[in-house]
């Protein structure tokens, strides 16, 4: 298949995890993509179980669809060579602190002036301006400052990562986002853009929807482990067999539907729960019901006849059982 960014060149300046995602979902859809690494390679290569030739797994998935090229911006001649590079592409995806690049002479200022229809994306911790834009941030850092990390976990544990690298690869998807407007606005107008791609900002973007609970009802949202806060039932449960189910039973029908298969059909006109206010308030007594049940069935007939009954559900997943699901295999 003919890519739909196909045409579209791409050079990216940029190690660890958010550029190289950017770039690489940019690849996926057809562009031609320059990644330039250091002498020593992009750090990631050394990133958990490494191939037959030294370089990760993750780093290979990580980077497909790319070409590489060793530069070392510390010499000037390949500044000056990188410069030259860049005025050959549509997109420069950067991942430097703010006013780095420019210090050799590749900065947004400098080449836009040189390449006026360059789409530049910056990604950095903090963004190119503000009073932390000069600090280095990772998606780690990010996470944890949005907001995103308070909530997750149980209430009395610490708060945890959730396993990912989430914040960087959100960034990566801001990023793309930002430069597909901006090459949109270019068709436009025939004039690129300064796309500002912040990793504290782009996780917020996950969680500010606790903003307004709290500067209008003073919430600060707790963590609650694998309960969600705001609909309930929307839990996992273990089942008779060890095994790990998660139900989301949140709408009133669904709920309906969901006491019927479990022989419950009196909990839809309990006043406790009969309505999403009163099943939040009484969340801890519906778990123990949901979890009591979930002891009696083992996991695949239980998804099955969730199913069947319209009652959306599925297991906890390890990167094995996935690498074995039909559907993810389809």
């Known amino acids: 298949m003919t890519g739909v960014l196909e045409g579209v060149r791409v050079l990216e300046i940029g190690s660890s995890v958010a550029a190289p995602a950017a770039a690489r979902m940019l690849a996926d859809f057809g562009a031609e993509v320059w990644k330039l690494e250091p002498p020593a390679g992009d750090h990631v290569r050394t990133w958990g179980a490494r191939a037959p030739d030294g370089t990760s797994w993750w780093f290979k998935s990580h980077n497909r669809n790319k070409s590489f090229i ?14 030259e ?36 994306v910056s990604i950095s911790g903090f963004g190119q301006d503000g009073p932390y834009a000069s ?18 976990g149980y209430a009395d ?4 990562r ?6 960087d690869e959100i960034a990566g998807l801001h990023a793309v986002i930002g430069a597909l407007l901006a090459l949109r606005g270019r068709d436009r107008d025939g004039v690129g853009d300064h796309v500002d791609v912040s990793l504290l900002e782009s996780s917020f973007a996950l969680s500010k ?30 089942t008779r067999d060890g095994k790990y189910l998660s139900i989301a039973g949140n709408s009133d029908p669904i709920f309906t539907r969901l006491c019927k298969l479990m022989g419950e059909e009196g909990l839809a006109r309990d ?16 778990d123990q019901i949901l979890a009591k049940w979930s002891k009696t069935v083992d996991l695949e007939p239980a998804i099955v006849a969730l199913a069947g009954a319209g009652v959306p559900a599925g297991p906890i997943y390890s990167i094995a059982d996935i690498a074995a699901d039909p559907h993810f295999r389809a």
């Not at 549509?90 to 229809?117: M, N, Q």
Request: hydrophobic share 40%; with cysteine; charged share 25%.
């Open 271 to 286: 006043p406790r729960f009969s309505s999403n206010v009163g099943r939040v308030e009484n969340v801890a007594a519906l």
């Open 157 to 160: 544990r610490p708060p945890v």
């Open 85 to 120: 590079l860049a005025l050959r592409c549509d997109v420069l995806i950067e991942s430097f602190r703010p006013g780095k690049l420019a210090e050799w002479g590749l900065g947004y200022e400098e080449l836009a002036k040189a390449h006026p229809r360059l789409v530049y």
């Open 135 to 152: 600090r280095p941030g990772f998606g780690h850092i990010a996470e944890g400052m949005s907001g995103m990390r308070y909530v997750t």
């Open 162 to 167: 959730v396993g990912l690298s989430l914040g």
């Open 70 to 83: 060793e530069f070392d911006l510390h010499e000037p001649a390949d500044a000056a060579s990188v410069r």
């Open 209 to 238: 929807g606790l903003l307004p609970e709290y500067a209008h009802a003073g919430v600060v949202t707790e963590r609650a482990g694998n309960r969600y806060v705001r609909a309930a039932p929307s839990g996992t449960y273990e």
